[in-house]
């Protein structure tokens, strides 16, 4: 016999136990019994009411059931972990990007602020260059005095490095061979008329002409510093 469920049995069970009682009701005379027989019969299956070849197919039958009900629930359970994993992965992802669109737009709002606080000192840059009194000649403290008081304060000590390597700080400084001039070494030396027309004689007007050129050209002035360490010129 193939694969044979228990409700088949207990149909089949019920099926002999009937015939049995109506055996016993023929030979007792009691129509009574009989219905009792057949009633206990279709109500209650017992696998001693299966014939003894058959009971192994039964529990066969029975734990090939509990395996496929266990397996369809594990294959559910392992269906839920997985969509449960996804979930919680695609939530990490949206978290992360999040953080780095926050991140992102942080550190473009303080580059911008960064370039206006630049533009600003350059703005006040422009305004002090004229601002000192004009004089036949300077020192190099009065120099970096002006320098002092038109370049940023976190910015001076690589503007002055600067200036330390191309001139010493001698606004007059010509070089003999190329003829770069003044505190920055401009090249060619007409480049300072770009911040005044007293740039021969006025060392504010250059260091405007240089700090408007460090900005431009690298940023701030310690940016322009860093590329002077790599490269001796700037």
Known sequence: MSRISVRGFAVASATAVTAVGSVVGVASGSTAQNNDVEATA??????????????????????????????????????KEAEEAARK?????????????????????????EREKQEAASRDASRDASSFAVQGSYTIAQ?????????????????????????????KAVNPSSGAYGLFQALPAGKYASAGADWQTNPATQIKWGLNYMNERYGSPCDAWSFWQANHWY
């Open 42 to 79: 279709a109500g209650t299956t017992l696998l001693a009411d299966i014939p003894a070849g058959q009971q192994a197919q039964v529990q066969t039958a029975s734990l090939t059931q509990q395996a496929d009900a266990q397996a369809i629930a594990a294959d559910a359970s392992a269906k």
């Open 143 to 171: 120099i970096q005095a002006m320098a002092r008081q038109m370049v940023p304060g976190g910015q001076f000590q690589c503007f002055s490095n600067i200036v330390n390597h191309e001139s010493s700080w001698n606004y």
């Open 89 to 113: 992965a695609a939530a990490e992802t949206a978290i992360a990007k999040k953080e780095a669109a926050e991140k992102e737009k942080a550190a473009k709002e303080a580059a911008e602020r």
